[in-house]
């Protein structure tokens, strides 16, 4: 902590209450009996999940080109690190008004933005409760989002088979997500697109869906073929 202090020149309280936040995020972590600060475990979960998706990460990242070339909007690349949804790729569209909150490295609750959503749903039950009811704390962050609206919102996400959802993570906001599965039906990650509500209309909604489930099928095209 004293190294800290005198290297960020700010005031012992304050690099406290900076490192505890990174702490609680298992971002850092202090092994028991030492007074140094060492990566937390949510840094080893992330290397690995950037080396063992990068097969993924290649393939979808034209992909996501295509379908932002298409809608015109921001394209993600989402996969799931245990509790969290983790954005890993992204594309930019044309329209002037892009969504670029989420951005690589993007960390939330799964099941708050439309990629984790989609994953979400195809959880078996059990494991979706069980999600929804870690997360629920952590939820009062995102809006009026509540494990009950999530519920709510889950069950019709799996009725559609794919997910809407908007406001909770980036307000004024509505993202489309769908869940990408390889030849065994294990879910490997979620494509989604995004943009601000006046261009998210249902007809667009439905448009959009058709876009990204058919970018879908061509990336699960590849991934058997490997």
Same mark, same amino acid.
Request: aromatic share 4%; charged share 20%; proline share 4%.
């Given at each position: 902590?004293?190294?800290?202090?005198?290297?960020?020149?700010?005031?012992?309280?304050?690099?406290?209450?900076?490192?505890?936040?990174?702490?609680?995020?298992?971002? !850092?972590?202090?092994?028991?009996?030492?007074?140094?600060?060492?990566?937390?475990?949510?840094?080893? @979960?992330?290397?690995?999940?950037?080396?063992?998706? $990068?097969?993924?990460? /290649? *393939?979808? @990242?034209?992909?996501?080109? %295509?379908?932002?070339a298409e809608t015109?909007?921001?394209?993600? !690349?989402? *996969?799931?690190?245990?509790?969290?949804s983790l954005c890993?790729?992204?594309?930019? %569209?044309?329209?002037? =008004?892009?969504? #670029?909150?989420?951005?690589? %490295?993007?960390?939330?609750?799964?099941?708050?933005? &439309?990629?984790?959503? &989609?994953?979400?749903?195809?959880?078996?039950?059990?494991?979706?409760?069980?999600? *929804?009811?870690?997360?629920?704390?952590?939820?009062?962050?995102?809006?009026?989002?509540?494990?009950?609206? #999530?519920? &709510?919102?889950?069950?019709?996400?799996?009725?559609? %088979?794919?997910?809407? *959802?908007?406001?909770?993570?980036?307000p004024g906001v509505?993202?489309?997500?769908? /869940? #990408? +599965?390889?030849?065994?039906?294990?879910?490997?990650?979620? =494509?989604?697109? /995004?943009?601000?509500? $006046?261009?998210?209309? +249902?007809?667009?909604?439905?448009? /959009?869906?058709?876009?990204? @489930? +058919?970018?879908?099928? !061509?990336?699960?095209?590849?991934?058997?073929?490997?």
């Amino acid at each position: 902590m004293a190294d800290l202090v005198e290297l960020s020149g700010l005031e012992r309280p304050t690099v406290h209450r900076m490192v505890q936040a990174l702490i609680e995020l298992e971002l !850092l972590r202090r092994p028991t009996g030492s007074k140094r600060y060492v990566l937390g475990e949510y840094c080893r @979960e992330l290397a690995a999940a950037f080396a063992d998706r $990068s097969d993924l990460r /290649a *393939i979808c @990242e034209p992909v996501l080109e %295509g379908i932002s070339a298409e809608t015109g909007n921001s394209t993600f !690349l989402i *996969i799931r690190i245990g509790l969290d949804s983790l954005c890993v790729a992204r594309a930019i %569209g044309s329209y002037p =008004i892009q969504v #670029l909150a989420v951005k690589i %490295g993007n960390r939330q609750p799964l099941g708050v933005g &439309a990629g984790g959503l &989609a994953m979400l749903a195809m959880m078996p039950v059990a494991d979706q409760e069980e999600v *929804i009811s870690a997360n629920s704390p952590r939820l009062s962050g995102y809006g009026t989002l509540t494990a009950s609206t #999530l519920r &709510a919102i889950l069950r019709a996400t799996q009725k559609r %088979g794919h997910a809407v *959802i908007g406001h909770y993570s980036v307000p004024g906001v509505i993202g489309i997500g769908v /869940a #990408l +599965r390889n030849s065994s039906g294990a879910v490997l990650g979620a =494509i989604t697109t /995004a943009s601000v509500e $006046s261009r998210m209309t +249902r007809v667009d909604q439905q448009s /959009a869906v058709h876009c990204v @489930e +058919r970018h879908v099928l !061509l990336v699960q095209d590849q991934l058997d073929a490997l």
